[in-house]
T-cell receptor, first 115, second 116 residues
Framework: AQTVTQSQPEMSVQEAETVTLSCTYD???????LFWYKQPPSRQMILVIR??????QNATENRFSVNFQKAAKSFSLKISDSQLGDAAMYFC????????????FGQGTRLTINP | GAVVSQHPSRVICKSGTSVKIECRSL??????MFWYRQFPKKSLMLMAT?????????EQGVEKDKFLINHASLTLSTLTVTSAHPEDSSFYIC????????????FGPGTRLLVL
């Protein structure tokens, strides 16, 4: 069974600083995708970044980057130059390529940006 | 691209009535659509998965007679909460994937349901 764990219920960071959100997962499969989604107060789920497990290079999207450690089954999100608009719930999720075609979400991390 | 809409955004109904929520993929054809429920300060809970023209697959513990899902076309899925009760009050979110990227889901803005 797939599981995704986010061990940080809440995190805070000063504006313009860097913050890292943790995520670990467990699967017996070798091919899968990993995602970070953002849910701001509007509650609209927004895709932040996506990583294919077969790619060793860490995905990057502007100020957002991941540290993907496949052997350790770790997938952390780094937000650089934090902005007030980054305040949101962040969900880590996994999706198998074979088998159950569905996203499995972590519990979420609430990120607060301090001005 | 990859925009998903939901209607209505909010609905208040009386106990015992039925409520229909629509989910549309606006600029792409969805291979699969998903329905989630989210409780306050909690993660998303998958309720069911649906493909156009076939019966929905419900997750364990979700009552299929209570939450009716119809996937009439490649761009439209509906969730009907039948004989709603106060405990059905929640935030319901749909998502859709596309043939080009079936592993990536794009989410609608959600529907807040309040049953009085």
């Amino acid at each position: 069974a797939q599981t995704v764990t986010q061990s940080q219920p809440e995190m805070s960071v000063q504006e313009a600083e860097t913050v890292t959100l943790s995520c670990t997962y467990d699967t017996s499969e070798s091919d899968y995708y990993l995602f970070w989604y953002k849910q701001p107060p509007s509650r609209q789920m927004i895709l932040v970044i996506r990583q294919e497990a077969y790619k060793q290079q860490n995905a990057t999207e502007n100020r957002f980057s991941v540290n993907f450690q496949k052997a350790a089954k770790s997938f952390s999100l780094k937000i650089s130059d934090s902005q007030l608009g980054d305040a949101a719930m962040y969900f880590c999720a996994s999706h198998l390529i074979q088998g159950a075609q569905k996203l499995v979400f972590g519990q979420g991390t609430r990120l607060t940006i301090n001005p | 691209g990859a925009v998903v809409s939901q209607h209505p955004s909010r609905v208040i109904c009386k106990s015992g009535t039925s409520v229909k929520i629509e989910c549309r993929s606006l600029d792409f054809q969805a291979t699969t659509m998903f329905w989630y429920r989210q409780f306050p300060k909690k993660s998303l809970m998958l309720m069911a998965t649906s493909n156009e023209g076939s019966k929905a697959t419900y997750e364990q513990g979700v009552e299929k007679d209570k939450f009716l899902i119809n996937h009439a076309s490649l761009t439209l899925s509906t969730l009907t909460v039948t004989s709603a009760h106060p405990e059905d009050s929640s935030f319901y979110i749909c998502s859709a994937d596309s043939a080009e990227a079936q592993e990536t889901q794009y989410f609608g803005p959600g529907t807040r349901l309040l049953v009085l």
